[in-house]
C-alpha cells in the first residue's frame, strides 16, 4: 500500500506540536550554495526541526548588510524541498509577509525591533488575516511586557491561532555578560501572562557570542521553555553579520545532545509525592517571610513617625550603607548571592522609603 506523503502544512503542524522544538540556521541567508549546505549540514544532525534564515536584517546603522533581500526566499524554498525541513524567516512588514508567503516560507517570526512599535506590529498583523501559518514574536529590545503582549494580542486578532513567544533577551545600560541580558523574571512573566503559549529561548541574541550558548540554553530548558532557536553557519567566522555568535551544524549537534532535557511532571506518583512535600515547606517559609516584611514595614511607618515629628530626612546615607555592608557579608555567608542580596535589600528599602513617606505627606 502506498504511504501518502505529508503536506507542508502537515509537517509544519508537527513539528509545532513537537517539544523541545529546535529552529537553526544562519543568522542571514548569504549565497544559494550557503543556505543549502547549512540545511543538509544541519538535516544530517537529526536534531533540527526547522531551518531559519534572515532575509531582511534590520541594522543599528546604514551601510551595514541587511540581508539579501526577497531574492534569498527560492534558496529556502530549494533547502525545504532537498531537506524536509520546514522554514522560518522574520518578517517586519507587509511586503515581506507577502514575499515570504509567496515563496512557502512556513513559520514567521516578528523581531525584536519590529515587536518595540505597534504601528510595525499592527501592519504585520493585518497582512497576516486570513492566512494560517504559525507566528512567533520575539520580546521587544525594551524591557516592557505591555508591548511584547500587545504584540501578541494584535497577531491573535488577526486570526492567527498558533502564536508563540521568542525570548531573546533586553537591552540594558551597563550590562557586559551578556549582549542582551535575558531578564529571566520577565520572560517568565510572560510565559504566566500566556500559559497556552510556547516560548522558545534564543541564546544566540542573548549571548552574542559562542561561549555562553550551552549554558543559556540549558537553563530556559530548566525552566521549562518549549525549545531554542540558535544560529549554525557552515563558516561561523566568515559569516556576513552576527559571527561571533553562530556554531557550525556539527557544533550545534553537540550542545543539543550534551543538554539535559528535562520535564515539567512526572507520572510516578511517588516522585509526585516527595516533590509536593518540599513544595508545602516552600509555601510555609514564603508566609513566614511576608508576615515578617510586614512587620518590618510596620516598624519603618514608626520611625517615619518619629523623623516627622523630629524634622528628620527619609534617608538616612550612613544608616543605608551600614545595613548594605552587614547584610551583604552576612548573605555571602548563607550561601547567597551578591547580586540576589542587593536585589533584595534594594527592594526592601524602597518600600520602607514609600511606606515613611506617606506618613510624612499625612496632614
Not at 550554495?33 to 531559519?52: H, S, W
Not at 514595614?297 to 530626612?313: P, R, S, V, W
Amino acid at each position: 500500500m502506498k504511504t501518502l506523503e505529508m503536506t507542508d502544512k502537515e509537517k509544519t503542524q508537527q513539528v509545532w506540536a513537537k517539544r523541545p522544538i529546535v529552529i537553526s540556521g544562519p543568522c542571514s541567508a548569504e549565497t544559494e550554495e550557503q543556505v543549502l549546505a547549512t540545511a543538509q549540514r544541519l538535516a544530517a544532525t537529526g536534531k533540527v526541526d526547522a531551518l531559519r534564515a534572515g532575509i531582511w536584517k534590520p541594522r543599528t546603522k546604514p551601510g551595514m548588510f541587511e540581508g539579501i533581500g526577497a531574492k534569498g526566499l527560492p534558496w529556502l524554498q530549494a533547502a525545504k524541498k532537498a531537506t524536509g525541513l520546514p522554514t522560518a524567516v522574520e518578517v517586519a512588514t507587509a511586503k515581506q509577509v507577502e514575499a515570504a508567503l509567496t515563496f512557502d516560507v512556513d513559520i514567521l517570526w516578528i523581531g525584536a525591533r519590529t515587536t518595540v512599535n505597534p504601528f510595525s506590529v499592527q501592519e504585520v498583523a493585518d497582512a497576516l488575516r486570513g492566512v494560517d501559518v504559525p507566528v512567533l514574536v520575539k520580546n521587544p529590545i525594551n524591557p516592557d511586557l505591555e508591548l511584547w503582549g500587545g504584540g501578541v494580542e494584535r497577531i491573535a486578532r488577526a486570526g492567527i491561532k498558533d502564536i508563540g513567544l521568542i525570548h531573546r533577551g533586553f537591552s540594558s545600560y551597563g550590562n557586559t555578560q551578556f549582549r542582551n541580558a535575558p531578564m529571566w523574571h520577565l520572560a517568565i512573566e510572560m510565559k504566566l501572562r500566556f500559559p497556552d503559549l510556547p516560548i522558545i529561548n534564543d541564546p544566540s541574541h542573548i549571548c552574542g557570542n559562542r561561549d555562553g550558548l550551552f549554558d543559556v540554553a540549558q537553563k530556559a530548558i530548566d525552566l521549562d521553555y518549549d525549545g531554542v532557536m540558535i544560529e549554525s553557519h557552515i563558516d561561523p567566522d566568515n559569516a556576513w553579520s552576527d559571527a561571533k555568535q553562530q556554531v557550525t551544524p556539527e557544533r550545534l549537534k553537540e550542545m543539543l545532545e550534551a543538554i539535559v532535557w528535562r520535564k515539567e511532571s512526572k507520572d510516578n506518583s511517588e516522585l509526585q509525592g516527595g516533590l509536593e512535600k518540599l513544595r508545602q515547606q516552600i509555601n510555609h517559609l514564603d508566609d513566614e517571610m511576608l508576615q515578617i516584611i510586614s512587620q518590618r514595614m510596620k516598624i519603618a511607618d514608626k520611625i517615619g513617625q518619629y523623623k516627622k515629628e523630629n524634622n528628620l530626612t527619609i534617608l538616612q546615607t550612613n544608616r543605608w550603607q551600614e545595613i548594605l555592608d552587614k547584610m551583604m557579608a552576612k548573605g555571602e555567608k548563607l550561601g547567597l548571592s551578591k547580586d540576589f542580596i542587593m536585589k533584595y535589600l534594594d527592594a526592601v528599602h524602597l518600600e520602607s522609603i514609600n511606606h515613611q513617606k506617606n506618613i510624612m505627606d499625612a496632614q
